[in-house]
């Protein structure tokens, strides 16, 4: 969520029961007016919060024009820029890296891979090794690739294909604001080009750009729900537990943010 | 002449006068006049000079005589509808008013009540970064308050959050007096044993009736007997709402299945109560008593103290294993909170650990029960394995939280101070890594816990379903359906001289015998 609006918008998405404490906020507000302009950042979110083991780590994305960063920090003071995501990086993570976050940079996750083809019995062992640093990287960018939401309407393509804020956005109403297909996934669109000409129809090419939630598989891996007596609506993902999206209805508020441990849900399909 | 001329424009005036108030008397249908209408219609023919306005001068006018009728609104109005918001609104404002018979309560108020503080439990759980959002948690406080006083408990504790994918559960944990708190015998459960007898009953007459065919022989495990109320999993009763400002439902007790049963299966939580819980093994209830299963799997898992808050009452018997309750230690001076941080030595459970079997307490059942299923080693202190009859034991009320087991190399607590900035007011935090969203605060004298999460254990690796046990063997052997072969001709042949010469031999032994009493 943007941080010029943080100090509202982390009151709305306590839902999960984490925030950040008084102190954090403190530090947060003054570190981030810092960074933005020792980095020349044009806009600055914080992305959220991972449980490791021993520490939490709190990271934040900037935008950069075309860039887009990511920081860490232990302590909400001292900011860290982090490896970008690559996808090579992303496949040795997911083989090496299990369990919790240790919280300790520097820490290594070793795993064995051992290529074997059949008969041929040549085995090699390969060792994947993963440091902390590379794991966050990886996990902000699959959380982000996944399940960042923004409401239907807030950002709108021109003909030429930029994506821009919709400064007329006055916010989902409270019939539509329950509806998970005016959610839309921040990312590059992977079934909209799978769709027929007659499903298209009633999109509208400058709004409708994104996939929508209801679209996910498994279906339920989103829970919708009002909270605060029905002025905010509140958008949990099963997959990723610990993401949380608020929206408040007939006002352009949104945001998202990750407060949890870093780990996929891979049993999401039992559990529903 | 001109008298007369006068009198003829006279006369005409009077008469235009006259007709002219004729024309701006009010008509008693519309209100309308004559007089009026002209002018607007002549002006309106000036201003527009339309062509042929001789010709649509009727349609003029009929238009323009619409136009006067003053627009009112439709009859019709929406009601205003009800919207969920609003009516929660109006619970909630029920939080807000003071019931009437409190006013004469003040000093019993003040002395002793079993209201917990929420509000000092919700500022030491921000600084560690656990909150629910400042409004929610005084609507959780009043409604608590609510709770209170429509329940005689003597202890009371917001428990904590569970969140479900439709609604979310918020939940309280009370302590009622000695005596008080009995609930009618769930009637449920026998009457559902009636009916699989009767369904077994009929299927049996009907079977028995055709070829018998083979019965099972599979014998379920006998069940166990479920703890009594006010000792063990039982001890403490727990009451959810929704939102805060709607009723309290108060939860049932939880039976030993439940809780074995529960282990096994991995589903999150609907937020409708009454909503049934489908899975494998079977889940021997709905939505409610996998809730209660999981808050006593909670409780028991995660609720610790500083060491030294809780001591065992001096006439406890002897046994280790059997105490199970403790008291407050009038004594107790706080531990510093560097220290509590740092070792796990400090923190202990004081909930009595949940056995296999389900209960706290071991009750032998005469049967040795068979685990149809593999278990996954969920537990998190270490316990010996029941063999026939031994009894089940597991660590001892008040055992420090540094023995608790590891999960999958992680261990299972994590600890930090909320600030490093200024220690000397700083609290320091556990969070428990095998039950996520458990958290425990100390600082100075005073304590808390408070669990906000989904509901589930973390387990580490992916979860496995349990699978089926294997299906029973169709027939027992037995003669009349062991497969022989068929006798081929020789031997059928053979047979059957053989039959011929034994009844030959019966012939002859007959007619002798006949023949020796006709003789």
Same mark, same amino acid.
């Given at each position: 969520?943007?941080?010029?609006?943080?100090?509202?918008?982390?009151?709305?998405?306590?839902?999960?029961?984490?925030?950040?404490?008084?102190?954090?906020?403190?530090?947060?507000?003054?570190?981030?007016?810092?960074?933005?302009?020792?980095?020349?950042?044009?806009?600055?979110?914080?992305?959220? #919060?991972?449980?490791?083991?021993?520490?939490?780590?709190?990271?934040?994305?900037?935008?950069?024009?075309?860039?887009?960063?990511?920081?860490?920090?232990?302590?909400?003071?001292?900011?860290?820029?982090?490896?970008?995501?690559?996808?090579?990086?992303?496949?040795?993570?997911?083989?090496?890296?299990?369990?919790?976050?240790?919280?300790?940079?520097?820490?290594?996750?070793?795993?064995?891979?051992?290529?074997?083809?059949?008969?041929?019995?040549?085995?090699?062992?390969?060792?994947?090794?993963?440091?902390?640093?590379?794991?966050?990287?990886?996990?902000?960018?699959?959380?982000? #690739?996944?399940?960042?939401?923004?409401?239907?309407?807030?950002?709108?393509?021109?003909?030429?294909?930029?994506?821009?804020?919709?400064?007329?956005?006055?916010?989902?109403?409270?019939?539509?604001?329950?509806?998970?297909?005016?959610?839309?996934?921040?990312?590059?669109?992977?079934?909209?080009?799978?769709?027929?000409?007659?499903?298209?129809?009633?999109?509208?090419?400058?709004?409708?750009?994104?996939?929508?939630?209801?679209?996910?598989?498994?279906?339920?891996?989103?829970?919708?729900?009002?909270?605060?007596?029905?002025?905010?609506?509140?958008?949990?993902?099963?997959?990723?537990?610990?993401?949380?999206?608020?929206?408040?209805?007939?006002?352009?508020?949104?945001?998202?943010?990750?407060?949890?441990?870093?780990?996929?849900?891979?049993?999401?399909?039992?559990?529903? | 002449?001109?008298?007369? /001329?006068?009198?003829?424009?006279?006369?005409?005036?009077? !008469?235009?006068?006259?007709?002219?108030?004729?024309?701006?008397?009010?008509?008693?249908?519309?209100?309308?006049? *004559?007089?009026?209408?002209?002018?607007? @219609?002549?002006?309106? $023919?000036?201003?527009?000079?339309?062509?042929?306005?001789?010709?649509?001068?009727?349609?003029?006018?009929? /238009?323009?005589?619409?136009?006067?009728?003053?627009?009112?609104?439709?009859?019709?109005?929406?009601?205003?509808?009800?919207?969920?918001?609003?009516?929660? !609104?109006?619970?909630?404002?029920?939080?807000?008013?003071?019931?009437?018979?409190?006013?004469?309560?003040?000093?019993?108020?003040?002395?002793?009540?079993?209201?917990?503080?929420?509000?000092?439990?919700?500022?030491?759980?921000?600084?560690?970064?656990?909150? @629910?959002?400042?409004?929610?948690?005084?609507? $959780?406080?009043?409604? *608590?308050?609510?709770?209170?006083?429509?329940?005689?408990?003597?202890?009371?504790?917001?428990?904590?959050?569970?969140?479900?994918?439709?609604?979310?559960?918020?939940?309280?944990?009370? /302590?009622?007096?000695?005596?008080?708190?009995?609930? /009618?015998?769930?009637?449920?459960?026998?009457?559902?044993?009636?009916?699989?007898?009767?369904?077994?009953?009929?299927?049996?007459? *009907?079977?028995?009736?055709?070829? +018998?065919?083979?019965?099972?022989?599979?014998?379920?495990?006998?069940?166990?007997?479920?703890?009594?109320?006010?000792?063990?999993?039982?001890?403490?009763?727990?009451?959810?709402?929704?939102?805060?400002?709607? +009723?309290?439902?108060?939860?049932?007790?939880?039976?030993?299945?439940?809780?074995? $049963?529960?282990?096994?299966?991995?589903?999150?939580?609907?937020?409708?109560?009454?909503?049934?819980?489908?899975?494998?093994?079977?889940?021997?209830?709905?939505?409610?008593?996998? %809730?209660?299963?999981?808050?006593?799997?909670?409780?028991?898992?995660?609720?610790?103290?500083?060491?030294?808050?809780?001591?065992?009452?001096?006439?406890?018997?002897?046994?280790?294993?059997?105490?199970?309750?403790?008291?407050?230690?009038?004594?107790?001076?706080?531990?510093?909170?560097?220290?509590?941080?740092?070792?796990?030595? *400090?923190?202990?459970?004081?909930?009595?650990?949940?056995?296999?079997?389900?209960?706290?307490?071991?009750?032998?059942?005469?049967?040795?029960?068979?685990?149809?299923?593999?278990?996954?080693?969920?537990?998190?202190?270490?316990?010996?394995?029941?063999?026939?009859?031994?009894?089940?034991?597991? +660590?001892?009320? %008040?055992?420090?939280?540094?023995?608790?087991?590891?999960?999958?190399?992680?261990?299972?607590?994590?600890?930090?101070?909320?600030?490093?900035?200024?220690?000397?007011?700083?609290?320091?935090?556990?969070?428990?890594?095998?039950?996520?969203?458990?958290?425990?605060?100390?600082?100075?004298?005073?304590?808390?816990?408070?669990?906000?999460?989904?509901?589930?254990?973390?387990?580490?690796?992916?979860?496995?379903?349990?699978?089926?046990? +294997?299906?029973?063997?169709?027939?027992?052997?037995?003669?009349?359906?062991?497969?022989? &072969?068929?006798?081929?001709?020789?031997?059928?042949?053979? &047979?059957?001289?053989?039959?011929?010469?034994?009844?030959?031999?019966?012939?002859?032994?007959?007619? &002798?015998?006949?023949?020796?009493?006709?003789?």
């Amino acid at each position: 969520m943007d941080f010029e609006s943080l100090h509202y918008s982390l009151d709305l998405a306590t839902g999960n029961g984490l925030t950040l404490s008084s102190e954090q906020r403190a530090a947060l507000q003054t570190s981030l007016v810092i960074l933005k302009r020792n980095y020349k950042f044009s806009r600055v979110l914080f992305w959220g #919060k991972i449980l490791g083991l021993k520490l939490i780590k709190h990271v934040l994305s900037q935008i950069n024009l075309h860039h887009f960063l990511s920081l860490n920090s232990l302590n909400c003071m001292d900011w860290h820029l982090l490896p970008l995501a690559t996808e090579s990086m992303i496949a040795d993570v997911a083989l090496a890296a299990q369990g919790r976050f240790t919280g300790d940079p520097s820490h290594e996750h070793t795993e064995m891979r051992i290529k074997g083809e059949g008969d041929d019995a040549t085995e090699e062992e390969v060792t994947v090794k993963v440091n902390e640093a590379s794991r966050l990287a990886t996990t902000v960018s699959n959380i982000d #690739k996944d399940v960042s939401v923004v409401p239907r309407g807030a950002f709108t393509k021109s003909p030429c294909g930029k994506v821009q804020t919709n400064r007329s956005f006055g916010g989902l109403d409270h019939v539509e604001a329950v509806k998970l297909r005016n959610y839309l996934h921040f990312r590059e669109p992977v079934n909209l080009k799978k769709k027929s000409i007659l499903e298209m129809s009633h999109l509208n090419p400058a709004i409708d750009f994104l996939d929508p939630l209801s679209e996910d598989v498994p279906k339920g891996s989103w829970c919708l729900q009002l909270e605060r007596g029905s002025t905010v609506c509140i958008l949990r993902s099963l997959l990723w537990l610990g993401l949380t999206f608020f929206h408040v209805p007939q006002t352009p508020q949104h945001g998202h943010i990750y407060m949890g441990d870093g780990l996929l849900n891979l049993d999401l399909p039992f559990m529903l | 002449m001109e008298m007369t /001329e006068e009198a003829v424009n006279n006369e005409r005036l009077q !008469a235009a006068a006259r007709f002219k108030a004729f024309m701006i008397k009010n008509s008693t249908k519309t209100n309308l006049n *004559l007089y009026d209408h002209l002018v607007r @219609l002549l002006t309106k $023919v000036m201003d527009e000079r339309p062509e042929n306005a001789v010709d649509v001068i009727e349609d003029m006018s009929r /238009e323009l005589k619409g136009s006067i009728l003053p627009e009112k609104q439709d009859t019709l109005r929406d009601s205003p509808s009800s919207s969920a918001a609003l009516l929660l !609104a109006e619970q909630q404002k029920a939080l807000f008013t003071r019931a009437a018979g409190d006013e004469g309560d003040h000093e019993e108020d003040l002395v002793e009540s079993p209201l917990p503080n929420v509000a000092e439990l919700a500022f030491f759980f921000e600084q560690a970064g656990v909150d @629910l959002g400042r409004e929610e948690m005084q609507r $959780v406080f009043l409604a *608590l308050k609510q709770l209170v006083d429509a329940q005689c408990l003597l202890r009371c504790r917001f428990w904590g959050k569970i969140l479900g994918t439709q609604g979310n559960y918020l939940v309280a944990e009370g /302590e009622f007096r000695e005596g008080e708190g009995e609930e /009618e015998e769930g009637t449920e459960q026998t009457h559902e044993d009636e009916e699989r007898e009767e369904e077994d009953k009929d299927e049996t007459e *009907l079977v028995e009736a055709a070829d +018998p065919t083979p019965k099972s022989t599979y014998k379920p495990p006998p069940p166990v007997p479920k703890e009594e109320n006010h000792t063990g999993v039982n001890k403490y009763t727990y009451f959810v709402c929704q939102e805060p400002g709607m +009723p309290w439902v108060r939860l049932p007790m939880v039976t030993p299945t439940q809780i074995t $049963v529960a282990r096994q299966i991995r589903r999150f939580f609907t937020g409708r109560l009454d909503a049934p819980v489908i899975s494998y093994p079977p889940f021997p209830g709905n939505e409610t008593n996998y %809730l209660r299963a999981q808050i006593a799997r909670i409780s028991a898992g995660t609720h610790v103290s500083p060491l030294g808050f809780y001591q065992f009452g001096e006439d406890e018997g002897e046994d280790d294993g059997l105490r199970d309750s403790y008291e407050e230690n009038p004594n107790f001076e706080g531990i510093h909170v560097n220290e509590m941080a740092e070792s796990l030595n *400090l923190w202990v459970h004081h909930i009595q650990h949940i056995l296999t079997q389900g209960r706290c307490v071991w009750v032998n059942v005469t049967k040795k029960s068979a685990d149809d299923v593999d278990e996954d080693a969920e537990e998190e202190e270490r316990e010996e394995e029941p063999d026939e009859l031994e009894p089940e034991v597991g +660590p001892p009320l %008040l055992t420090p939280v540094s023995e608790d087991a590891k999960m999958n190399d992680t261990p299972p607590w994590s600890s930090m101070i909320s600030t490093n900035l200024i220690p000397q007011f700083s609290t320091a935090v556990l969070r428990s890594n095998l039950w996520p969203g458990s958290y425990a605060y100390a600082s100075g004298r005073k304590f808390g816990n408070i669990y906000i999460g989904w509901g589930m254990k973390y387990i580490g690796e992916a979860y496995t379903p349990t699978i089926l046990p +294997p299906p029973q063997n169709e027939y027992p052997s037995g003669p009349e359906i062991t497969e022989a &072969l068929d006798p081929s001709v020789e031997e059928e042949q053979a &047979l059957k001289a053989a039959l011929e010469e034994q009844t030959a031999a019966l012939d002859e032994t007959e007619d &002798l015998e006949d023949e020796e009493e006709d003789d």
